[in-house]
């Protein structure tokens, strides 16, 4: 299950810079000074690229941290924090 | 410690923070139901400014401010302690939500009426993220080990509730006014706002009367309190990372479940099945109120059997029924064919002038189909004022869907399945977020990836599925990709990397 863990990690860290891609490349696709829909507007559009760039970089952490076998064994008390 | 508190006093304690909490949702609630009626009255069409006021009041509140006010209170909850910061996250919702009811509207005092009202939307997300950790953390540090889940799942329900009494309040206003009165400037719209103040007085009254959580008051008699409770929640790697955890392995699925099974399914019924709307709303009613003792059910549960498989198994049946649940609904409410033709009965015509002198001649036609929905078609007509225009316009759309009583209580029945597994997947969260943190960050480590997996993750569940439709639109259900897609992923993530042991001393 370990090395599981950490194969997946590699998967987290790719997902992260993926999703932003696809962010972006929505945002740039639909945009539309014109358009009346919520997805034609460019403040919804800075609003959630601005709030998703972080968690999407914690995802990466997330990743990162698999790979480097830190979840192979969770904490059993606050001490081990 | 637990030993010294009495079955008396957690039922005090659960009482105080869960009615508290279940306000603060409801409050959070109207402004969103009544977002059209709001919409209206603060930010008119045609003026760019309020169009951009209204947009960052229904986004940055939910989206930027909620997460935002989970660092700030839940720093403060660390530092002070839970019952000051819980009482003054409700009295700053409670307030929020009473002076919306009270702001005059654009008509009366201009660009000043959507100005304020945004203040106070955006006081109330930060309220909202401040709540949920302080309750959840408040009743679970009461609690003894074997009861963590099921006295925590009381705060779980809080959620559903607020929807349910939001739902009811606004509905009995609306059905005992017409249109007109309910919408004006000083209308009906504004009592739900109003009656808020009422319930949180009352809640305000019971929380003041509560002593501090006997770990916090434990730890601050011993000087261990954190001093820098979001250094040590973030910065450090042993709690940074289990907060990741936290929001990939289970808060990120349970956000996008719980959004789709109450808020996603409204608005299919209402603006894809175009059902009626007292039908659509008595739908959810009946649904929630059935479901709702599930949330028990399955936090008592967790305590039995762990929290983790009962999550990871609400996610699952998620993902598996989510697309024929709504298919469902879709074909069920199809009207295309079965028209009672032989019958036909009288439209009912209504001719108006608007703004620029065109006639707007609506004329609404009852139908049955031979699926026992009742139905009307209205169609417009509009004849031009301005002769050298086009001789008219005419559109004909499918309206008010009445559904027989069959079909009625088979929705009823849909409806309770996706908020069952809302139940599941929301039922032992806060147990199990309680346990992987240590007391003295125990509130800013919990409320963060609560707020980004619930008000990020869920609340985009309406944005995304409109970005997928309008790609592809040839598929009326691509929207539920986003839930499945989110809930599939932290699925995979929960079942691999979270473990199911129920950590029975969170004293440390």
Redesign the interface.
Known sequence: MNSIKKYLGIVWLLLAPIVIFFLVAGAVANIDAAGKKDINNPIIWIIIISIFTPIAIGLMIFGWYALKGEYDHLPESSEEL | MNQTITPKTIRSVIAASSVGTMIEWYDFYIFGMLAKTISTQFFPEGNATAA?LS??AI??AG??VR?FGALVFGRLGDLIGRKYTFLLTLVLMGGSTFLIGLVPGYKTIGIAAPLLVLLLRLIQGLALGGEYGGAATYVAEHSPANKRGYYTSWIQTTATLGLFVALGIIMLVKLNMPDEQFNAEWGGWRYPFWISILLVAVSVYIRLKMAESPLFSKLKAEGKTSINPLKESFR???????V??A??GAVMGQGVIWYTGQFYAQNFLETKCNIEFEQSRTIMLWAIAFATPFFLLFGWLSDKIGRKWIMMLGMLLGILTYRPIFQTFLEDTEVVSGLNEKHPQPGIVKIHTDNKNDSIITTTTPHYSISRIHFYTQKTDTIYADRSMRAGHSQEKIINKKLGQSLYWKFVGLVFLLILYVTMVYGPIAAFLVEM???RIRYTSMSLPYH?GNG?FGG?VP?IG??LT?SYPADPLVGLWYPIGVAA?CL??GV??L?NKIDK?VT?
Do not use: S
């Open positions: 951009l947009t960052l986004f940055a989206f930027i997460p450090h790697k042993g709690n940074f990372k289990m990741l955890l929001l990939f943190f240590p007391t980004i990020v985009l944005f409109l970005l309008t992923l995979v993530i691999i990397y473990r001393d440390d």
